[in-house]
Structures are given as C-alpha cells and as structure tokens.
C-alpha cells in the first residue's frame, strides 16, 4: 500500500511498551482546521482554528495516549520547533502552534503517559520517506472494544491511506480506539471490536441497543489527522474535517458516543491549487475510511512516497 506525504510535512512516533504519541510536523506552518465531536474529547489549541481566528499557520499536530496526561507531550513539540527557530513572531520571540488530540489507553495498573520528552522524541523522528505505521506511537496502546473488559477488546493501531484527486494529495494518519466496532463498508462484516467468550465479534451496536451493557466503560477515541497539499484557506479547512468524520461514520458502529471524543484535524500545505474544495472533502472521507481499516489490520504493508510539489492547476 503506498502512502504519499505531502512535500513539506513530516510524520514521526515515539513509543514505550505501553503508549505513545504521534507527531506531523510542518515546519515552515500551514493552513489548519479541526472538528472535535463525541462526548470526552481531550484536545489543545483546537479553538484557534475556528474560522473567525486570527491565527492562520501551525507548526504540528499531535495525536497521543495517555489521555489528558499526554497532552505534556505538546510542550516537548514546541520545544523541538523553538530550538529550529519554527513559529509565529511575536515580540521578538517564536511561538510554535502545536495542536492535538488524546486517546485513553490508561488500561494498565499504573499510569503511563508520553510526556515532554516523549514528544521531543518523535519529533528527532520524523521523516517525509520512513514512517511506520500500526502498533506504533499512538497506536501501541490503542483498543477497540473495550466495553466488555481488556479480555475481549481487540488490539488496534495508528493506519495511514492515501487518495488522489485532480493532482492534489489526500493522506489521512489515524488512531483508532474506538467504544464501537470497525467494520469494513464493503463487505459489511466486523473486523475489530468486541468479542464473546467464544471470540467471535458480539457485535458492539446490537447488543448495547439491547440494553444488554448499560455500564460503557469510559475512555475510547478515534483521532486523526489529513494531511494535503490542496491550497485551502481556515474555512475549507474546516468544512473538510467536517465531512472527514463521514469515513468514522462508514466505519465504526457505533461513533460519536459519549464516550468517544472523536477528533480530526486538517493540514493543508499550499502547494496545488484544487478548483473546488468539494473534491478534498470526498477524498478525505475515502481517505479516513481506508485508514481506519488499515488501523486494525496487522497485516498492512506500507510503501512511502513524498509527493511532488508542482503546482497541479
């Protein structure tokens, strides 16, 4: 499976045997825009994004474990990007705008957490041509299911997919921890959630309208990040990640719960004029759909490729 990194952006993990945390950098900033849905989300700096913001550029978007704890991995982003002279001028000072979201993975006996020097890490390990994906960075401590207990959720991953459209590069990266099942739209069988005793998938959405699991166990999460070279402005930016959740909504059953803190975030990087936004906003439903897959899907094989940086007018 090929996966293209848009010319300028850089995609880096850093790991523990427990949790982890996911950073795309973009150094030189970028247009950004977020929609955060579901009932728990854990985010930072997703309210400057809003269209009638004054800030236009970011510098990186972090997806972490670790909950609400793993948001100190940000700072070791920042950190990274202000020793490379990254940021917005103000007062003679750089300020990096780094923006993320969590996934709860705080399923062991102790707390465990990327912290600071953890996201400093993943940022040493960016690269645009060797990126891994699955149970790395904020997928190591991902799960799917978990409503049942630890002993009948399914292991998941961060996944990648990539779609192409009029010359413009549509990439989504996405961890997926999610309350639901994943259930692949074409062939509309379950291939990650919840399981019986027996290990077949109970089917998370049946069994919950039953009123069979009245207690959800908290703590899931579905994160991701699209990343394009289209030139959108903060409105397009938005209205993509909008309609990016389509591909969570074609994919996990149930999503947007109120244990879910559903989050998707948009970098979009200039470099090629696209003639109507409308042809992102499809591909990046496409584009998270196949990502989600590939998330819970052990087997995948990637290929990285940089793309062309041409204008694709």
């Not at 949790?19 to 900033?29: A, D, I, S």
């Not at 670790?66 to 991995?73: D, M, Q, T, V």
């Not at 990007?81 to 006996?109: E, W």
């Not at 009123?211 to 990040?225: D, F, Q, R, S, V």
């Amino acid at each position: 499976m090929k996966i293209v990194i848009p010319k300028g952006i850089k995609i880096g993990h850093y790991n523990d045997e427990h949790t982890g945390v996911t950073v795309v950098l973009c150094e030189k900033g970028c247009i950004c825009g977020a929609d955060v849905r579901g009932g728990a989300p854990g985010t930072r700096e997703t309210d400057l994004l809003r269209s009638e913001k004054a800030a236009q550029e970011v510098h990186a978007v972090v997806l972490t474990g670790g909950s609400a704890y793993g948001l100190e991995s940000a700072s070791g982003v920042m950190e990274y990007l202000k020793d490379k002279g990254c940021g917005v001028k103000v007062s003679g000072k750089r300020v990096p705008i780094v923006c993320g979201a969590v996934i709860f993975d705080l399923i062991y006996d102790d707390y465990y957490w990327p912290d600071k020097a953890a996201g400093r890490k993943a940022c040493e390990n960016a690269s645009d041509k060797d990126v891994a994906f699955g149970q790395v960075g904020v997928g190591k401590g991902a799960t799917v299911g978990k409503f049942r207990g630890m002993k009948y959720a399914t292991k998941s991953g961060v996944g990648a997919a990539s779609v192409k459209v009029a010359g413009v590069t549509v990439t989504a990266v996405v961890a997926v921890n999610a309350l639901g099942d994943v259930m692949d739209p074409e062939t509309r069988k379950i291939v990650a959630g919840c399981k019986g005793k027996n290990g077949q998938f109970i089917g998370a959405e049946e069994r919950i309208l039953s009123g069979e699991y009245l207690k959800l166990l908290t703590g899931n999460t579905t994160i991701g990040c699209i990343i394009t070279d289209a030139k959108l402005d903060k409105v397009a930016a938005n209205k993509v990640a909008s309609v990016a959740h389509n591909g969570l909504a074609r994919t996990i059953y149930p999503v947007h719960t109120d244990f879910d803190g559903d989050t998707l975030f948009v970098m979009a990087t200039g470099k090629k004029t696209v003639l109507n936004p409308a042809l992102v906003e499809i591909a990046a439903v496409k584009a998270v759909e196949k990502a989600i897959l590939n998330a819970v899907d052990g087997t995948a094989d990637y290929e990285i490729e940089c793309a062309e940086e041409e204008d694709g007018e």
